[in-house]
């Protein structure tokens, strides 16, 4: 008779353990179990959802940044389409997908840098000449990196009076049609701006105009209780810090981290060494995600050091803490290829000239490998 | 034989510049600073402690020793502030042989700005000179309380009064020469007075400012004489935004003079509950830091781990900033070396950790260096 009790009792507990496991797992190791991916073009959709739900799904992924920049066909400014952009069917196929796993999507339209790749400008600049921070520099018939121009990408001049109309109408249809309740505005690798020639932003005070076009951003997205996510890499010291001028800053905008609103997530990233940034950026108050990219073994140390960070911080450190995300910077179709084995003209630039093993796939697999037993271990 | 001979002078020439460079530390070493703070021992514990360093510190590779000193040293340049039973020249003479001895590189210590009062005493900076008093409308209690209804932890000196940098900068030189030390440690730990409403020089400076002129203004003394700065770090770090609270952490509005200081100040970095991951703040900013746990060995060994981590995969930039590792013990020094051989004197008894007895500075330091020749074999 009493062993019945016990056994009752031992349900109930074991009931209520895992139940409050299931409410709690979000609030776990990893809030943010991330990847961030290219959109694909309209032919790439199937094979992307199957993607989604075969691969992501599976492994939990909660949050998808998806960089589409002009790759929608915008109905405010359709100039700015890119040729053979996804239709808003070719969208609510992905939404759909994503909703069913519960993948949050953060759509993302590059701001201010990457106006340009190589030496074709993107639509912005190409629809709206008048928009470009350096006029004077003509793009180059065959782009080689480093020129005497150090032209890496274009930038807007975020001081001309007409861009915001333009940017917050994409942003704002981008949102729209993604179902989305944050956004994504890239700004990384930001290397024109404030220009000695631009008449707008000529010496005005770079950390100064790079956190007033980020919380120009933020406060129009919030208007719709939507949140600005960003790449991190202007708010760190690249001289003194050693870590360059890619991943951190050469042009004085680190000192905006103290003249933007605390609510952004900071999407730190760093593929070499696992850098310990997340906590300038969490000591700042901001939540931050750390992003790996396609080094396996430094991704696995990158996830050990953000369960330890979230493991023995102050309370109110905790929560910034945010996760985890994976990057491909190779087209979906290339990655979802080289994923499943296949290397070919789409993905082989993703593969680490050091070592035929570091790949983006590689890398996905080995951090939410490592991201598993982590929790598991917890 | 003539071969010999010419090499002599060769092996001599060798072993001085080793000597001579005690100091340098090793930016290949698992862990650059070795350190060890403690209170300087009174003139009876003397001859206890120069056994200590032999005996235990040496052995472990110590190779940094702040000396907490602030007035027990007979000073010759203002005799009334010293201590009524402070070392004499000859006493710190013996600890400074055997430092030197063993290689071991000692900044003394006199506390700048705040910790100018303990409990219920003036310190003797504000005893002698009662005109520096940061907040002389605070009267010192006949039985102190914390927390009280004046917020007083500790007094603290005014740094705009104009006379207070020519009484400092004398016994701060007094001290540096008499210990022949080629670094000073300000403390500045836990000023919780500091631009006073009531001031009439300090009420409305940004704290920030007055805290960063403060400290370039005895680095700059000392840098005349080639002479380091070191400091706690607690007041350049946000204790709200962070939640690292106000006594490892500022309340009070000091945290942007982090952007303020010059960056050859060396940042001491102490947290004793968890092992906070500040001190990659302080080496993003471009400081050298040193962590500096006190009586809890877990933590001082995930402490440990971290530093030699945070060196393992820095930049080659910053992994000099990561300096290493200073066990702090905030006792009595005889009442420490009490502790550390087992007997539990009323002295050793009040550093207990109230929430385990195994949790003691000395277990710590145990445990700490233990873990620092680990995984100094392991490289």
């Not at chain 1, 040729?83 to 201010?112: E, Y």
């Not at chain 1, 003249?259 to 999407?267: A, L, S, T």
Request: aromatic share 14%; net charge neutral; glycine share 6%.
């Amino acid at each position: 008779m009493k062993t019945k009790h016990i056994i009752l009792s031992f349900i109930l507990v074991l009931g209520f353990n895992l139940l409050s496991i299931a409410q709690e797992a979000p609030g776990k190791l990893f809030q943010v179990r991330g990847f961030c991916i290219g959109a694909p073009k309209p032919t790439g959709v199937d094979k992307f959802v199957k993607f989604i739900n075969e691969e992501l799904a599976t492994r939990k992924v909660n949050t998808l940044v998806l960089l589409v920049g002009y790759n929608y066909q915008y109905k405010t400014y359709p100039q700015l389409r890119d040729s053979g952009a996804l239709s808003k069917k070719d969208v609510k196929k992905i939404v759909a997908a994503c909703k069913k796993n519960n993948i949050r999507i953060i759509p993302d339209i590059n701001l201010l840098g990457h106006q340009s790749g190589g030496n074709k400008l993107n639509k912005l600049l190409e629809n709206f000449p008048e928009f470009d921070e350096t006029p004077y520099i003509k793009m180059p018939e065959k782009y080689v990196w480093p020129n005497k121009d150090n032209l890496y990408c274009k930038s807007y001049c975020p001081l001309h009076p007409e861009v915001h109309k333009v940017i917050f109408a994409c942003i704002d249809e981008l949102c729209d049609v993604f179902e989305a309740d944050a956004f994504h505005s890239g700004m990384d690798e930001i290397f024109y701006l404030g220009d000695d020639k631009c008449p707008r932003c000529k010496g005005v005070d770079k950390a100064k105009l790079f956190a007033d076009e980020v919380t120009l951003v933020r406060n129009h997205l919030k208007e719709k209780n939507r949140e600005l996510w960003m790449w991190a890499d202007r708010f760190i010291d690249g001289r003194s810090t050693g870590l360059g001028f890619w991943e951190a800053s050469y042009n004085y905008t680190w000192r905006a981290i103290d003249m933007v609103p605390k609510d952004i997530v900071m999407c730190d990233w760093h593929y070499e060494r696992p850098d310990q940034t997340a906590i300038y950026f969490a000591m700042n108050g901001f939540r931050v995600i750390t992003c790996p990219w396609r080094t396996p073994s430094t991704a696995e140390i990158q996830t050990e050091d953000m369960a330890r960070w979230v493991k023995y911080a102050s309370p109110e450190m905790k929560p910034r803490y945010y996760g985890m995300m994976q990057t491909c910077w190779t087209s979906p179709d290339g990655f979802i290829d080289g994923f499943y084995g296949t290397i070919n003209e789409k993905n082989k630039r993703a593969v680490h000239p050091k070592n035929p093993d570091w790949t983006p796939w590689d890398t996905f697999r080995a951090m939410y490998k490592k991201m598993d037993e982590l929790e598991t271990a917890q | 034989m003539k071969k010999i001979i010419r090499l002599i002078p060769i092996v001599a020439l060798l072993l001085m510049w080793q000597t001579g460079s005690f100091a340098q530390y090793s930016d290949d070493a698992v862990f650059p600073v070795k350190g060890f703070c403690i209170n300087a021992p009174s003139p009876q514990g003397l001859d206890r402690f120069v056994k200590f360093i032999r005996d235990e510190l040496a052995p472990r590779g110590v190779n940094t020793l702040f000396l907490l000193g602030d007035y027990n040293y007979k000073f010759e340049s203002y005799p009334q502030l010293a201590d009524s039973n402070a070392l004499s020249k000859k006493d710190v003479k013996k600890i400074v042989a055997a430092c030197k001895k063993y290689n071991i590189r000692i900044i003394p210590q006199i506390n700048l700005i705040g910790h100018q009062s303990w409990a219920g005493h003036l310190g003797n900076l504000l005893k002698n000179f009662p005109e520096f008093d940061e907040t002389p409308e605070v009267a010192m209690p006949e039985n102190y309380k914390w927390p009280n209804d004046d917020g007083l932890y500790c007094k603290s000196y005014c740094p705009l009064h104009p006379d207070v940098h020519k009484v400092l900068f004398a016994v701060i030189d007094e001290i540096c020469d008499v210990y022949e030390a080629d670094a000073f440690h300000g403390g500045m730990d836990e000023i919780f007075y500091l631009g006073s409403d009531k001031c009439p020089r300090c009420k409305g400076i940004d704290k920030a400012e007055l805290f960063a002129n403060e400290v370039r203004l005895i680095h700059d003394h000392l840098a005349q004489k080639n002479r380091e700065l070191w400091i706690w770090g607690d007041r350049f770090i946000n204790g709200k935004e962070t939640g690292i609270g106000f006594w490892e952490a500022s309340y009070n509005y000091t945290w942007r003079a982090i952007d303020m200081v010059p960056k050859d100040v060396v940042i001491c970095d102490w947290h004793y509950e968890r092992p906070d991951q500040t001190p990659v703040y302080f080496a993003m900013h471009g400081f050298r830091v040193v962590t500096c746990p006190w009586r809890t060995p877990f933590k001082a060994v995930l402490q440990t781990e971290d530093m030699a981590r945070w060196r393992k995969y820095a930049t080659p930039e910053m992994k000099p900033k990561y300096y290493g590792m200073v066990l702090t013990t905030w006792m009595d020094n005889g009442g420490f070396i009490d502790g550390f051989y087992g007997n539990l004197t009323a002295n050793a008894k009040g550093a207990v950790h109230p929430k385990n007895a195994e949790f003691t500075p000395w277990d710590t330091f145990k445990a700490m260096y233990k873990r620092m020749d680990e995984l100094e074999k392991e490289k």
